[in-house]
């Protein structure tokens, strides 16, 4: 294959030099770059595809869901209408299209390469386990689940293979996270590009202020305006319940060090989501402020586990919420000499851990609790897990519809919804203690103590 000339029916942009240079000398690239800025075809002819031909293995180009890989990659088309797979592949290169798979086998210089399409999102990164890997390009980075990521690196640093990230941004989430410790790392690259920055091979801009403008005409929000075109990480998420109010926390400085305060108790939050999935806050009342210390995350375990890992973690304990329906009665006795179904609440009781259901409230009364309360929330992030409850509600959010390019009234299912909904418990028992602590002589001293525990009286 060394008649091969590449790339092929491509050139890169003169602004994208400096990225393919840093490539060529084996640095870990990081784009983060606006939409439509071409990132996408730059990665295959630039990245992937000289690579599989020049070095024979397996190669993933990685995008959020399988269903993007085929629409963006596989079946997709520049911006000429040209088909991207067979315009920018060498004829006599391709030895086996698979379509089902998403997999082409390729001719390389004493060998053969694949490069296949793989998705992250709704649990298909599990199809990346098991797999060797020469070279990835993760597209999107910031819409991925970063478990593939996860799963992909111990395979690269084996082989010595290459990593390209690419990503518009998605709010203060993973991609922000790590494309900044890029920054500081040498055996990095790291580079934004806004439309400011972006031109074709004439020296005319990619995207225009008049092409902007017909984005804010169609009702696109400033927001998603810096997001998608000024690559910025500041602004709230679109779609997400909780965005800007946490970048409100964060420009306020309660996203910081606030670490368990020993004279206090702490109380937990929990969802007990579905598959057995957990999702615990840990937090306490320190006058008017929620402090939240602490977070853990887990599936497929008992209320053992959860019980001695509580244990574990040394903290003096008040109360324990749990949604409502912990009461309900499951299929399954204790033991054998128990014939009585039994609920979670029983089963978590016989362990040693005592719950308080949440009151029933409808799931839009508890996400207006949940942003209420965060003008009071604290949060530790000297504690790694708490800064992985925060990647949660930033991106805990409304369900894209592709028709109407518009967020709908129904929540996303995905693996933030559970922080999310532990979330939501904890505002909800906060905002009903502080609601009814405006009492009369009528109740008792230690129902007053206990609403005064909520707002600092």
Known sequence: MSDIILPYHYKEYEWEEPTVEAFLKGLEIWMNQHRRSGKDLLCYCRFLLPSALKRPGTYQYIW????????????????????????????????????????????????TSVIQIFGTNQGQYNSLRGKPSNGAVLTEFAYQDPRGFEVISPMILKTKGFLVFNSTPNGNNHFKQ???????????????????????????????????????????????????????????????????????????????????????????????????????????????????????EA??????????????????????????????????????????????????????????????????????????????????????????LITHLEQWGRTWNDQTQDYTDYEAKNIHKHAGASFRYMATMVMEETHTADYDDSYSDDYKAKCSKYVGL
Not at 355 to 375: C, G, H, L
């Open 64 to 111: 959020p869901t399988l269903k993007e890989g085929r629409d963006g990659f596989w079946e997709g088309k520049d911006e000429k209408g040209k088909d991207i797979l067979d315009y920018y592949t060498p004829p006599g290169s391709i030895i086996k299209p698979d379509n089902q798979d998403m997999r082409l086998t390729l001719r390389a210089e004493g060998g």
């Open 178 to 296: 790590r494309y900044h410790i890029a920054k500081n790392r040498p055996d990095c690259f790291a580079i934004t590009k806004t439309v400011k920055d972006t031109y074709d091979h004439q020296g005319k801009p990619l995207i225009t202020e008049e092409d902007i403008q017909k984005e804010r005409d169609k009702g696109k929000t400033e927001d998603y305006i810096n997001q998608d075109y000024y690559c910025s990480f500041n602004q709230g998420i679109e779609g997400t319940y909780l965005g800007k109010q946490l970048q409100i926390a964060s420009n306020e400085g309660r996203i910081g060090s606030f670490q368990y305060d020993e004279t206090f108790p702490v109380y937990t939050a929990w969802d007990l989501g579905v598959g057995d999935f957990m999702a615990i806050i840990f937090y306490q009342l320190i006058g008017n402020r929620v402090v939240i210390i602490d977070y853990h």
């Open 299 to 388: 599936t497929g375990y008992s209320f053992v586990y959860y019980a001695k890992m509580m244990k574990e973690k040394d903290y003096y304990y008040d109360s324990h919420y749990a949604p409502f329906d912990i009461k309900n009665r499951e299929m399954g006795a204790g033991s054998n000499k128990e014939l009585r179904a039994l609920s979670r609440l029983d089963k978590a009781e016989e362990v040693g851990i005592t719950f308080e259901p949440v009151p029933k409230t409808s799931f839009e009364n508890s996400v207006d609790n949940a942003r209420a309360i965060m003008r009071r929330c604290y949060f530790n992030i000297d504690n790694k897990d708490v800064r992985k």
